[in-house]
DNA sequence: TCGTATTGCTTCGAATTCGAAGCAGTAAGG
DNA sequence: CCTTACTGCTTCGAATTCGAAGCAATACGA
């Protein structure tokens, strides 16, 4: 409660590098998904989940869990992939108010498509650059990160400290 | 050039891991911005950045070069920015097309509304979590890989590799 | 069983984002 | 000096994003 009010240099060494790593990562991985696949980050992300998926389906609200995104907002991407045939929705069978999302063969090929790319990308951005050991204690130090993150709800991250705004508009 | 045609296990863990961890900060961060101060991140971004200039002001090219974004976007946010008087935006000096954005008082208050809730959420999130080697690993990983993507022209990422894309649209 | 709350998803409107095109002002070549 | 290319920023239109509100199906308490 009584901790410095600033950051160290590591702390913010730390923070800074994350945000622009992960942004300069992400803004390449997007222009490859665009010009390999002419697919957007999410509409991958969703693809690949789904991939994943042993039968290749999933209901839309565990969709939006491994996706950080809003519901509206996945209802949208869903309908762009439906559109391009690369995905059906159907009512869920037990739960009648519940989309199952299903990966189609072209969605297949699509992934297909643009999964070396993706995996070049990543290598070069991310895995090349770095030692063995770097990038298992990266993963490491990450994976405690995820999860340390998961296990709080965001809501109670900053719950105090909040100082009444200086000059909000209106 | 003959690498094996995924990643293993600890490759996919750092990428996937890097992902959710700075999706996950980036957004608690945008909620406390967004509650503190009614700041977006990238305006954020934008007056922290002014704040640190030991003038307050800098170019609009300047602050487009640090922040990952496109010109109009700047353009838009800095409108906004002004429009609430957090900033002004003059033309420069010595050329007479570019425009100069400087930080008000106003601009350094909401500053200031904000920054002890964001280093609580940093705090929190990344470094509470972390031991303090854990943290220095990370931050010098992380800073290795920001030097070498920032070394790289993001172009030339993957240059190789294009697999003809399989049913595009039209 | 009935009434109410909850869940899962969609629709709607507003805000943000980007790329392409446009518009000065500046530099470079003759 | 004039023409041409380039730079710095803005405007424009289209696409994407989110939150709030809405709708149907399900779960729960009496």
Chains 1, 2 share one sequence.
């Not at 803004?27 to 696949?37: A, I, P, R, Y």
């Amino acid at each position: 409660m009584d901790q410095p009010a600033s950051l160290d240099p590591t702390e913010l060494g730390a923070y800074f590098a994350l945000i622009e790593v992960s942004s300069l990562l992400r803004h390449t991985v997007e222009q490859q998904l665009k010009d390999d696949g002419d697919l957007s980050y999410v509409q991958f992300q969703l693809l690949a989940r789904l991939g994943d998926s042993p039968d290749g389906s999933s209901r839309m609200t565990d969709l939006a869990d491994g996706v950080v995104y809003s519901r509206s907002g996945l209802t949208y991407q869903a309908q762009l992939l439906e559109r391009r045939g690369l995905v059906t929705r159907v009512p869920g069978r037990d739960d009648e108010r519940s989309v199952t999302v299903t990966l189609t063969d072209a969605g297949r090929g699509v992934l297909a498509d643009v999964f070396p790319g993706h995996i070049a990308v990543v290598r070069a951005l991310l895995v090349d650059p770095l030692s063995r050991d770097e990038l298992q204690s990266l993963a490491g130090v990450l994976g405690q990160l995820r999860d340390s993150m998961r296990a709080s709800p965001p809501r109670s991250a900053a719950p105090r400290l909040r100082t009444p705004p200086h000059a909000r508009g209106s």
